[in-house]
């Protein structure tokens, strides 16, 4: 059974930083993912990947929004997978999921077939 659970997500001003985690059950990302995606909902609007890693390899992807404020990264000895994000702004104000899939790096939500329950991140002042 695949098992993700995020964390980190909460109320932060314009300008600030917010660094949110996605735990895998025991295994999972090593033995399982492939890819592993962050991607955000906002009510009225589609579910969009903002950043995704290669486990394996590292490679990573951003969308165009995100890029040079969002990093993704892997730790391998902890099965955990961050999303470290500065210069936030109101539009980054969402849930944001965690998602792993078995293939490489995809960017659609219909590709992914574990997901995580979610976490708010709020950016206002």
């Known amino acids: 059974q695949v098992q993700l659970v995020e964390s980190g997500g909460g109320l932060v001003q314009p300008g600030g930083s917010l660094r949110l985690s996605c735990a895998a059950s025991?295994?999972?990302?090593?033995?399982?993912?492939?890819?592993v995606a962050w991607f955000r909902h906002t009510p009225g609007k589609e579910r969009n990947s903002v950043a995704a890693?290669?486990?394996?390899?590292?490679?990573?992807y951003y969308e165009a929004s995100v890029k040079d404020r969002f990093t993704i990264s892997r730790d391998n000895a902890k099965n955990m997978v961050y999303l470290q994000m500065i210069s936030l702004n109101a539009e980054d104000t969402a849930v944001y999921y965690c998602?792993?899939?078995?293939?490489?790096?995809?960017?659609?939500?219909?590709?992914?077939?574990?997901w995580g329950q979610g976490t708010q991140v709020t950016v206002s002042s």
């Open positions: 890693i290669n486990w394996s390899s590292g490679t990573t």
């Open positions: 025991v295994r999972t990302f090593s033995s399982y993912a492939v890819a």
């Open positions: 998602a792993v899939r078995r293939l490489g790096i995809a960017t659609t939500d219909d590709q992914y077939g574990y």
